[in-house]
């Protein structure tokens, strides 16, 4: 299995700030990554996938990029409804995300 | 508009089993793979199992040999068969697929509660 390591596991952070979330993926993936948020009680929303292509209706202060093992989820300025958990997920075999990464003030 | 339906959430006994159901609409449901995310308590998300348009079916270690993944393409509904149910395996199981990438998850449900204690 391959196994998704994000980092950092959280992070405090200002309205405005630029936000920076790692994933290293255990083996080459190609592009085959994936970004989701997920808030408190609420199920979980794809932000992009293929490592960088934004899904509809996501706003564009969310960037992704990467290939291989390393891939980067951006958030170019922080909004008072970003703070949320963040995972990472493979697709390149099966599927496995990373442990998550939560985005709080 | 697609809605995924799940049920048959509940409290066993560690050791037993139970069965998932996902009713699936508003899309073509036979031509999408089918898969179960689940996520235990205060925890992130796990995925379990994938079962494709053709059958073939996709298992996480954690689960392999313990889950069945079924579908019926006729009731537009997955299933999910746990047995050998531990107490790791309590957690919120949601049905989703990606319905431009199988692997990219777009629609979720809102899942069922599965509880594994004596």
């Known amino acids: 299995d391959i196994q998704m390591t994000q980092s950092p596991s959280s992070l405090s952070a200002s309205v405005g700030d630029r936000v920076t979330i790692t994933c290293r993926a255990s083996?080459?993936?190609?592009?085959?990554l994936n970004w989701y948020q997920q808030t408190p009680g609420k199920v979980p929303k794809l932000l992009i996938s293929a490592a960088s292509r934004l899904e509809g209706g996501v706003p564009s202060r969310f960037g992704g990029g990467g290939s291989g093992r390393e891939f980067t989820l951006t958030i170019s300025s922080l909004q008072p409804e970003d703070f949320a958990t963040y995972y990472c997920q493979q697709s390149f075999s099966g599927a496995s995300f990373g442990q998550g990464t939560k985005v709080q003030i | 508009d697609v809605q995924l339906l799940e049920s048959g959430g509940g409290l066993v006994q560690p050791g037993g089993s139970l069965s998932l159901s996902c009713a699936a609409s508003?899309?073509?449901?036979?031509?999408?793979?089918l898969n179960w995310v689940r996520q235990a308590p205060g925890k992130g998300l796990e995925w379990v199992s994938a079962i494709g348009n053709d059958g073939s079916t996709y298992y996480a270690d954690s689960v392999k040999g313990r889950f069945t993944i079924s579908r019926d393409n006729s009731r537009t509904t997955v299933f999910l068969q746990m047995t050998s149910l531990r107490a790791e395996d309590t957690a919120l199981y949601y049905c989703?697929?990606?319905?431009?990438?199988?692997?990219?998850?777009?629609?979720w449900g809102l899942g069922t509660v599965v509880t594994v204690s004596s």
């Open positions: 083996q080459s993936i190609s592009n085959y």
């Open positions: 989703t697929f990606g319905s431009s990438s199988g692997w990219a998850f777009d629609y």
């Open positions: 508003g899309f073509t449901f036979r031509s999408y793979a």
